[in-house]
């Protein structure tokens, strides 16, 4: 079956630095990719998306290229800012399938001023 | 603010009862989905309406069951609880059922069961 897996955290980064968070799937066809972020007390934002091989998702400085030979979407983010902690979620849909979300374990994003 | 609202928005209840989670899509959207976050599941998919139909289950216990009613609006039942029911349990709401219509979550029922 579908599947979704991405690093464990916490990661901790100070303000300004350089933010990596991996993902990789596995999942039958063309599958659609979605990095989801939840802050504290708060339901899942859809951060950014990606419906085909090659295409770049980005938002709030934050981007994602869905690579399909490499079977991955990590997250990247040049600067992060204390606002951006929160539990970063990678996720899949198919499209063809009923359209929903296998979601990977999650991680934790601190950063600190 | 997504526009899905769930309700309540805690509940604490003992081992063996039943509960009802409710939750409103976003005007518009005919497609509802139910999620459960829990520690040690992680985020899981459940259940899927669409326009009162049901559409795809995931790993939803024979224990749980949904509906969406001709308003759209849909409820998850939770019967005979146990321990490890306790979690906050997520809907979502999309425009359609297919395609890569953009799913947006409602802010969650925490379930304790005690």
Not at chain 1, 83 to 96: E, G, I, M, T
Not at chain 2, 82 to 95: M, P, R, V
Request: glycine share 10%.
């Amino acid at each position: 079956g579908d599947s979704v897996t991405q690093m464990e955290g916490p990661v901790t980064l100070s303000e300004e630095a350089f933010l990596t968070i991996n993902c990789t799937y596995t999942a039958t066809g063309y599958p659609s990719l979605f990095w989801y972020v939840q802050y504290p007390g708060e339901g899942l934002q859809l951060l950014l998306k990606a419906t085909k091989a090659d295409d770049k998702g980005s938002n709030k400085g934050f981007e994602a290229t869905y690579r399909k030979e490499t079977t991955s979407f990590h997250l990247e983010k040049g600067s992060v800012q204390v606002s951006d902690s929160a539990v970063y979620f990678c996720a899949l849909s198919r499209p063809n399938a009923g359209n929903m979300l296998t979601f990977g374990g999650g991680t934790r994003l601190m950063v600190k001023p | 603010d997504s526009g899905v609202t769930q309700t309540p928005k805690h509940l604490i209840t003992a081992t063996g009862q039943r509960v009802t989670l409710r939750c409103s899509p976003r005007s518009g959207d005919l497609s509802v989905y139910w999620y459960q976050q829990s520690l040690d599941q992680g985020l899981q998919f459940l259940i899927q309406y669409y326009n009162g139909e049901e559409r795809a289950k995931g790993n939803i216990l024979e224990r749980f069951s949904a509906q969406q009613f001709p308003d759209l609006h849909s409820e998850l039942n939770l019967s005979s609880l146990e321990l490890g029911d306790s979690a906050l349990y997520f809907c979502a709401s999309s425009l359609g059922q297919g395609g890569s219509y953009e799913q947006y979550f409602g802010p969650g029922t925490r379930l304790t069961v005690t």
